[in-house]
């Protein structure tokens, strides 16, 4: 058995997040481990290192298999594109003994795109939350900067699974006004050891109301204190969201603290 | 009866093409016609600037309707957005006597996006097309740059309804590197009087093939001098491409040679 690692890029539109569900319930895990077996003909399990929600998208998850494969990795590659849906491609796939995705990881990026607009614009409803007011991102930014370093983020989200603390660091966590073709658009990219559920779009939903004025930068941060998920408002919806990185310790180092639980 | 002109975003994966076919085949048109007859009760022709092919997108489609409407326009706006399907929108709407979508254009703009990637990627598969090789783009811009000016462009296309000369007037054609959260992206932008029947989609192709080195320059520019259909290659895929800006002289002005067709 070869413990293989990879890159998955998809477009969660279609499916009910990462994690493998029942029957009838699409899962981005479920969709990988069924082109293995038909690649393979063996039963695999994924391991993924972050659990988007239903509709997350991703850019850069990376995944973690054992496979017992006769031939070289790019052929595996070929095959397993060829096999998986079209929302779904491993964007490359090495050989990594002893990898796990989500126990190495040393910190996860997400970004979530925010579109402004009078009018709904088509071609980015996949993946953008389109907000027609416009957005003051300089107190949106200062905001988003509180969040930075070691905190209790109770506020934002509950940890997997009911297991663990709330302490989470914080590396980065600003927006970014971009210009698109589809007009003015605002991008929110956030890294950490590691996220509670739902976190991400907690957090998001929250700045936008500091965006729109509804929240003063003293409520957000008195919210964010108080260490009460009751405090945080609505979810920011799904389809704007997309884990854009996760970062590893280079091949071969090993962490202090090594197969640490982080979610 | 009230003149309007309006702008129209779409995400063209679902329809087979700007215009209105028969029952069963979705179109653009038949779509912005069927929310007018259940917004007003009124059967209503939509005049389009552009006739994009299926699969094609639109940002900046112009279209005409004439309507007895007893409101304002922008509850006629409101209500127009919430009638169309999610991947159809106006993104403003006016009233102007006598504007003919068509015939008053002074240009139009279409984009063409191209990603450089070795794999698929879910997420930009609805608006480009992915070239596994590298490209080089100082070759497609010097060959891209031969189409300016007014020339015959039989090579690229025919006139539409088979009616009409094949000479245009091209007033930009270049490709331009773009940095995006998917990788490399090459985008090229070609602004015209008209285009011909599939004249974006010819031209990109056979720009990509010098791109990738199966064409030189002198092969291009003499298959574009032959003035020739049979001389082009096959036509860039659908999804790429969309219709970004159509041009008019400011409302009120009178254009020279108003109500000749241009398509």
């Not at 595996?76 to 491993?90: C, G, M, V």
């Not at 989200?157 to 709330?166: A, E, F, K, L």
């Not at 936008?208 to 964010?224: H, I, P, T, Y």
């Given at each position: ?6 890159t998955v ?9 990462w994690q493998?569900?029942?029957?009838g319930?699409p ?14 003909r063996?039963a ?5 290192a ?6 997350v998208?991703?850019l850069?998850?990376v ?5 017992a494969?006769?031939h070289?990795t790019?052929?595996l590659?070929?095959?397993?594109n ?7 491609a491993?964007?490359d ?9 989500r ?26 939350w ?7 991102l ?22 997997p ?8 660091e914080?590396?980065?966590?600003s ?5 698109s ?9 956030v ?6 559920r739902?976190?991400?779009?907690r957090?998001?939903?929250m700045?936008v109301?500091v965006?729109?004025g ?7 941060q008195?919210?964010?204190l108080a ?13 704007g969201?997309?884990l ?6 280079p091949p ?5 603290g090594?197969?640490q639980?982080?979610?």
């Amino acid at each position: 058995m070869t413990r293989y690692r990879a890159t998955v890029a998809y477009d969660g539109t279609a499916y009910e997040g990462w994690q493998r569900l029942s029957e009838g319930h699409p899962s981005v895990q479920g969709a990988l481990e069924a082109a293995l077996q038909q690649v393979s003909r063996q039963a695999v399990e994924v391991i993924g290192a972050g659990r988007t929600d239903s509709g997350v998208h991703a850019l850069g998850q990376v995944i973690a298999f054992e496979l017992a494969w006769p031939h070289g990795t790019d052929t595996l590659l070929k095959a397993l594109n060829h096999a998986l849906p079209r929302d779904i491609a491993l964007q490359d796939l090495t050989i990594q003994d002893d990898f796990h995705p989500r126990f190495d990881a040393l910190s996860r990026t997400y970004g979530y795109q925010v579109a402004m607009l009078a009018q709904r614009q088509p071609l980015c409803l996949r993946t953008c939350w389109q907000v027609a007011a416009p957005l003051d991102l300089a107190a949106m930014n200062a905001a988003a900067a509180l969040l930075i370093g070691r905190h209790d983020f109770a506020t934002f989200g509950s940890p997997p699974d009911g297991v663990g603390n709330t302490i989470r660091e914080v590396f980065a966590s600003s927006w970014q006004e971009l210009s698109s073709p589809y007009g003015r658009m605002a991008f929110y990219t956030v890294t950490a050891t590691a996220f509670l559920r739902h976190m991400v779009r907690r957090i998001v939903w929250m700045l936008v109301e500091v965006g729109r004025g509804r929240l003063s930068l003293d409520d957000f941060q008195a919210a964010f204190l108080a260490r009460d998920l009751s405090r945080s408002g609505k979810l920011a919806p799904p389809q704007g969201l997309t884990l854009t990185e996760v970062r590893y310790p280079p091949p071969g180092t090993r962490r202090p603290g090594h197969h640490q639980a982080h979610h």
